[in-house]
């Protein structure tokens, strides 16, 4: 074959592969709706439209109402009302699909080289996978494709006279969509910044002239910048419009470090646990392939992608929202700085020829497309099945039925509660979304609104179950009803026990997605008339087994009601439930995982090893099931069994305080002090609040030192109190 026709072939497979990349991305983008802020940016582009202007305070909540909030997101909540009261749910994820698939558009735009398709193609592939994690309907998604067009824009079109309209206009409308406009400005300042390095330091002669702009295009970027500061003023605020974000940001550090700790999407990506592991593998194999092409492309260097890439390497480093952003700017640096190479500067000579480059592009296209087409298979499977309708759920368009306590708001929604509602902070802007104004929240999703103090006062109640804390917001904002969530989340027990204490409230609803309190006042006497739980008389609903068939399904519903029963000391109630999940699968470690911890509270602890033996044998990797089978084994005194099994339940979970608690007894019970004494250490440190493992330990040890006629250790002379 000749090389003419080796290369129109490559060709054709590099656009073929683009081709399955797209559908890929379209595909993958179509994911079944399951972010909790969309439901609050739906009630507020709902509460807009009705009102006919942009609140400059809080509506929505009850213990922060008429507190200023800079709304910077109203336009894209104004779009998400309308898009989803025209086509449904579905056509919010198709809006999803179209502004995820014309992001990466550009994306091509910017970086494509009929060169270098697969590299193009592989790069985008890795964008694809790190965008993964954030394919949810917030206003995220525009800022993204905001931030591309941008780049596209100051990097292939500053000199034309379009490009500074178009800059104004995509920098207004971003300004009045999400937080994360400020980027607009800031990337004109890095070009601005790095023009000004090029043109006045002693830097090597390729780094000066490498993408350095005309004098005339400089003066144009010099003139963009205060538009587009002028630009970010246009909202309904104005300069503090403008200013509230970035000082948002500037105020990250110090008493809001609390926000980063609890909310997932705010932690870090990489900590000294997981730089080693496959946990944001493609995030890391950007980092690493961007940093080298820097390494192999050092005489040719681009200041200003430098610029870029160092500051979002950083921005992204400090919070798993922010990885996005940065594989962005990977992908955009790495074809900027492979356009410099050529395979001549990486391989051999032998290996240059036009027919074996050629050759090597096929086969990574074949590749490449071989892996799209079998992800986008296995993704196609993905899905769960519905316990309200006894068939399968797709992952893909919908609503998920997993990922919100739905059933609980429809008992609100259907019997017209109203009130003022304490809840957890993962159900406040659901609550809003659907229950609204009937219900006003404790707490929703704007951490920036609320603030770290009434953050952490909120995890004293939710956490802590601190009934005085409680007791002051329910007289202040006249707290008349509690919605605590399950779904996907343990409420805390403290919690559940403090509701489930105060003699003037009651449960009116409990199930396997959320356990609702209601306050004795005259408003709410005819629904706890009604619906007043009784936890006593309890009975299990059971699955119809005939209609089920032989699916193999996961009855979580079962043990997540076990969990909350047990919790209000209902324990007859989670044996019933817990004997139910067994019914429908007779091997389901989480029952007799429940079953066991009834048993031994009990005091019946053969029974209660019996149940957490094969809650171990069903689930191997389940700490809990071991950490039950190993105070079984202490229980009945066979301490060595005890210490192997404490041992595999912290391997599992290392950070749990029982497990130390447990090993330090055990240690204590053979005689080996010192060990014990180390081991209480660690424990203590982790749970500190707990004063009666301590005094066991100490007894356990004083009592063998007694019997011995040894003088008690000197850490062991004061009783804990």
């Known amino acids: 074959m000749s090389e003419r026709f080796w290369k129109n072939l490559s060709c054709a497979l590099g656009w073929l592969s683009i081709g399955v990349l797209f559908a890929l991305v379209t595909f993958s983008s179509s994911l079944e709706i399951k972010d909790l802020d969309l439901w609050l940016h739906l009630r507020m582009g709902h509460w807009i439209m009705h009102h006919g202007f942009v609140p400059n305070y809080d509506v929505l909540s009850c213990t922060i109402t008429g507190k200023p909030w800079v709304n910077h997101e109203w336009l894209f909540q104004v779009l998400v009302y309308e898009v989803q009261r025209a086509y449904g749910f579905d056509g919010l994820i198709t809006m999803q699909s179209l502004v995820v698939a014309l992001t990466f558009l550009v994306m091509l735009f910017l970086g494509y080289s009929r060169e270098r398709q697969w590299l193009t193609v592989f790069t985008l592939l890795s964008v694809l996978m790190v965008y993964q994690t954030r394919f949810t309907i917030r206003p995220d998604i525009f800022s993204l494709l905001f931030f591309v067009m941008d780049i596209y824009i100051l990097s292939l079109h500053i000199s034309k006279r379009w490009a500074v309209y178009a800059l104004v206009v995509i920098q207004i409308i971003w300004s009045n969509m999400h937080g994360f406009f400020f980027f607009g400005p800031l990337l004109v300042g890095l070009g601005i910044f790095s023009e000004f390095i090029k043109r006045r330091l002693p830097l090597p002669y390729e780094w000066n002239t490498v993408g350095r702009l005309s004098d005339g295009e400089y003066g144009t970027l010099k003139k963009i910048l205060p538009l587009l500061m002028l630009a970010c003023c246009v909202n309904p605020l104005t300069f503090k419009g403008a200013w509230y974000p970035i000082s948002v940001f500037f105020h990250l550090g110090g008493d809001n470090k609390i926000f980063f700790e609890h909310i997932y999407e705010l932690q870090k990506p990489i900590t000294a646990a997981t730089a080693f592991t496959d946990k944001y593998s493609y995030y890391k194999i950007l980092i690493i392939i961007s940093g080298f092409s820097f390494f192999f492309n050092r005489r040719k260097i681009d200041i200003s992608s430098l610029l870029i890439w160092i500051i979002f390497l950083g921005f992204s480093l400090a919070a798993i929202r922010n990885l996005i952003y940065f594989a962005a700017v990977a992908y955009m640096v790495f074809m900027v700085n492979i ?110 609104v609320y603030g770290a103090n009434f953050f952490e006062t909120y995890q004293k109640i939710w956490e802590n179950g601190n009934a005085k804390v409680f007791a002051d917001f329910e007289r202040k904002d006249n707290i008349t009803g509690a919605f605590l969530n399950n779904a996907h989340q343990d409420i805390p027990p403290n919690v559940l026990k403090m509701f489930h204490a105060m003699k003037d409230w009651s449960i009116v609803y409990l199930d396997d997605d959320a356990v609702i309190f209601l306050k004795q006042t005259p408003l709410n006497k005819p629904f706890i008339d009604r619906f007043a739980v009784d936890t006593a008389h309890w009975k299990a609903r059971p699955m119809d087994l005939l209609k089920l068939g032989t699916k193999h399904v996961d009855p979580f519903p079962f043990s997540n009601r076990a969990y909350i029963l047990e919790i209000l000391g209902a324990d007859d109630a989670a044996l019933g439930e817990s004997r139910e999940a067994l019914r429908v699968v007779p091997d389901f470690a989480p029952a007799y995982t429940m079953m066991g911890k009834i048993y031994n509270k009990r005091k019946d602890y053969h029974k209660a090893f019996e149940y957490y033996r094969l809650a171990a044998m069903y689930a191997p990797g389940n700490g809990q099931a071991h950490l039950g089978l190993a105070q079984s084994y202490e229980n009945l005194k066979s301490y060595d069994e005890a210490i192997s099994f404490y041992q595999r339940a912290l391997d599992a979970m290392p950070k749990n305080a029982g497990g130390y608690f447990g090993l330090a007894r055990c240690y204590a019970q053979l005689g080996q002090d010192k060990k014990a004494l180390d081991l209480l250490g660690v424990a203590q440190k982790m749970d500190p609040e707990d004063k009666i493992d301590v005094q066991k330990i100490h007894d356990i040890i004083n009592s063998k030192k007694m019997k011995q006629g040894v003088v008690k250790h000197p850490l062991l002379k004061k009783k804990v109190t």
């Open 339 to 448: 356009l410099s190479l050529s395979w001549e500067n990486l391989l051999p000579l032998r290996f240059s020829s036009s027919k074996f480059k050629h050759l090597t592009g096929i086969i990574c296209k074949l590749g490449l497309m071989c892996w799209m087409l079998n992800f986008g298979l296995q993704m196609s499977t993905d899905g769960y099945f519905d316990f309200d309708t006894y068939t399968r759920k797709s992952e893909f368009f919908g609503v998920s039925k997993r990922s919100y306590p739905y059933k609980g708001v429809d008992f609100l929604v259907r019997e017209q509660i109203k009130g003022n509602f304490f809840n957890d902070f993962n159900s406040g802007a659901y609550l809003l979304g659907r229950a609204y104004p009937n219900v006003k929240v404790f707490i929703d999703g704007r951490t920036e």
